[in-house]
């Protein structure tokens, strides 16, 4: 099981960074891969050209965005980044923006490190630890915020009869992160026993509709998959249990 220590090391992090815009925010979380050997520069073009082709639905909360790009030769392992903005910048995004916290993630593949950002996601949902996030003072003190309370689920099999798809451009890592809320959400309700939840990219998502019950996502990628055979459910803030309660309750008519 990957610790998100083991991810995020004190020298991938940077606070209070000075950008003028998202292509080089992208570019100073692509930077500290580089810098801890974690990826090549090739991954931050990659980055900055996911953005680009999917819009910015790595904006993923308010004043968060998590970007990434598809596994492939320039990511060396499995990694994290973290920048602090003194100034926040806009990325696009309708209702997320602006953002002043980016984190940059490289993953070898789309599995090992799910329990880190289903941690990373729990602490940005947290507000006392979102406010502890906007006014550490060291890197050492983001890593703990960020390792306090981090959980995994458990890899038994699912009984689950139904499917759910949380859907981003890559299926990596803001997948991931809706995967993890809506999950908790189904929790609440006691319905995890019922229900399995998967985090997939848009072109598996078209290919997979007559498996599962409904799509949530963000609004760029529900504009890309257009037309669908099951419900699309826009899902604004990925760490937002009230949006996908809503959402879920609208597909299930509960």
Not at 191 to 210: K, N
């Amino acid at each position: 099981m990957i610790d998100l220590t083991d991810l995020l090391p004190p020298a991938a992090i940077r606070l209070d960074a000075h950008v003028k815009d998202w292509r080089e925010a992208l570019q100073a979380v692509g930077h500290l891969l580089v810098a801890t050997d974690i990826a090549t520069p090739r991954y931050t073009q990659a980055m900055i050209d996911n953005l680009e082709k999917n819009g910015p639905y790595i904006v993923v909360a308010p004043g968060f965005a998590l970007a990434h790009a598809r596994p492939d030769s320039s990511v060396l392992r499995t990694g994290m980044s973290w920048i602090r903005l003194d100034e926040p910048v806009a990325f696009g995004h309708e209702t997320n923006d602006p953002v002043t916290l980016v984190a940059g993630l490289a993953a070898t593949d789309a599995s090992a490190h799910q329990n880190v950002l289903a941690a990373l996601a729990s602490a940005l949902a947290d507000p006392n630890r979102r406010n502890a996030l906007d006014t550490a003072t060291t890197p050492q003190e983001v890593v703990s915020i960020l390792s306090n309370e981090a959980g995994h689920r458990s890899a038994e099999a699912s009984t689950s009869q139904n499917l759910l798809l949380t859907v981003c451009g890559n299926g990596l890592g803001t997948s991931l992160f809706l995967k993890n809320t809506t999950e908790q959400v189904l929790d609440a309700w006691a319905w995890t026993p019922y229900l399995s939840v998967e985090a997939t990219d848009t072109i598996s998502a078209r290919g997979r509709c007559s498996e599962a019950d409904a799509i949530l996502t963000s609004g760029a990628i529900a504009q890309t998959l257009g037309e669908l055979s099951i419900p699309v459910e826009v899902i604004d803030d990925f760490t937002s249990v009230s949006q996908v309660d809503a959402a879920l309750r609208r597909i299930y008519d509960v």
